[in-house]
């Protein structure tokens, strides 16, 4: 069964949450309907192209910290993925304000 909610696994983290009472975050990377990703699952090219690179990117555009960033650099680069991450400074400024606020 597909709840279809990015915060499902905070009920992992703490049993003592219900998958019904949690909230969905809007800000959060959207995975889109559940049928659209089991079938997407089921070609692992499809997959890659559809679903997980653009939301990869999408999170490590706008929520990953410094040192993630350097993470994904790396795994893009082993991976043949193109190098979507602004490694400088200005990039790295811009995440840290963001947590500030």
């Not at 959207?30 to 653009?54: T, Y």
């Not at 929520?63 to 200005?90: H, I, T």
């Amino acid at each position: 069964m597909a709840m279809e909610i990015t915060t499902h696994i905070e009920h992992h983290f703490d049993s003592r949450h219900k998958f019904y009472e949690l909230k969905p975050r809007p800000e959060a990377p959207q995975m889109p309907s559940a049928i659209l990703c089991f079938v997407c699952a089921l070609i692992p090219l499809l997959w890659e192209r559809a679903i997980a690179k653009p939301r990869l990117r999408y999170w490590d555009e706008h929520f990953a910290s410094p040192a993630e960033r350097a993470l994904a650099m790396a795994a893009n680069r082993r991976a043949g993925w193109p190098q979507w991450v602004d490694s400088s400074p200005r990039s790295q400024l811009t995440t840290e304000a963001r947590g500030a606020a």
